[in-house]
T-cell receptor, first 112, second 109 residues
Framework: SQTIHQWPATLVQPVGSPLSLECTVE??????LYWYRQAAGRGLQLLFY??????ISSEVPQNLSASRPQDRQFILSSKKLLLSDSGFYLC???????????FGEGSRLTVL | EDQVTQSPEALRLQEGESSSLNCSYT??????LFWYRQDPGKGPEFLFTLYSAGEEKEKERLKATLTKKESFLHITAPKPEDSATYLCAVSRTGNQFYFGTGTSLTVIP
């Protein structure tokens, strides 16, 4: 069976500090990978998706970036966090071009 | 522009009181419509995929239906453990999924 792991689960960071969230998928090969952000009381906003190693598509221009160094690893980064980066970040995967999305447990980021 | 709108934003039901949640969408070339359940502080849990108008899917007390412009999630005789936020999403390309803001359901014993 397939599993998705996301970490850290919770982090509190000062404004201007860097960020690294990691996500790995087990039990499948060549998945599509996604990063979403969910602000309080709002829907899920698609940030990045990837269809393969080194292939990243950005949905929302901002100070975040994503990388896919290995087939089943997806990393969300920032060099300098803003207050507006606070939120609940969710990693997800899907089989190629067939939906459905399967989500990790999420990472709650608070920027102070 | 692809859009997904869910209503109502919040719904309170007595245990056993059936109701429906709505998801309306505007997307050309729909590849699929998806329903998820999200508990507080957790990632969304996949419930259903619907691909074409007229399709229906059922799981326990939940039944999802699809028309050309909207989808309904029917909840029959809900229980307190059905309390959660229910999210609807659409996909046009198969690689990108766009979510509504969800319906927060509370079932009162």
């Amino acid at each position: 069976s397939q599993t998705i792991h996301q970490w850290p689960a919770t982090l509190v960071q000062p404004v201007g500090s860097p960020l690294s969230l990691e996500c790995t998928v087990e039990g499948t090969s060549n998945p599509n990978l996604y990063w979403y952000r969910q602000a309080a009381g709002r829907g899920l906003q698609l940030l990045f998706y990837s269809v393969g190693i080194g292939q990243i598509s950005s949905e929302v221009p901002q100070n975040l970036s994503a990388s896919r160094p290995q087939d089943r690893q997806f990393i969300l980064s920032s060099k300098k966090l803003l207050l507006s980066d606070s939120g609940f970040y969710l990693c997800a995967w899907s089989w190629r071009n067939t939906g459905e999305l399967f989500f990790g447990e999420g990472s709650r980021l608070t920027v102070l | 522009e692809d859009q997904v709108t869910q209503s109502p934003e919040a719904l309170r039901l007595q245990e056993g009181e059936s109701s429906s949640l709505n998801c309306s969408y505007t997307v050309s070339g729909l590849r699929g419509l998806f329903w998820y359940r999200q508990d507080p502080g957790k990632g969304p849990e996949f419930l259903f995929t619907l691909y074409s108008a007229g399709e229906e899917k059922e799981k326990e007390r939940l039944k999802a239906t699809l028309t050309k412009k909207e989808s309904f999630l029917h909840i029959t005789a809900p229980k307190p453990e059905d309390s959660a936020t229910y999210l609807c999403a659409v996909s046009r390309t198969g690689n990108q999924f766009y979510f509504g803001t969800g319906t927060s359901l509370t079932v009162i014993p």
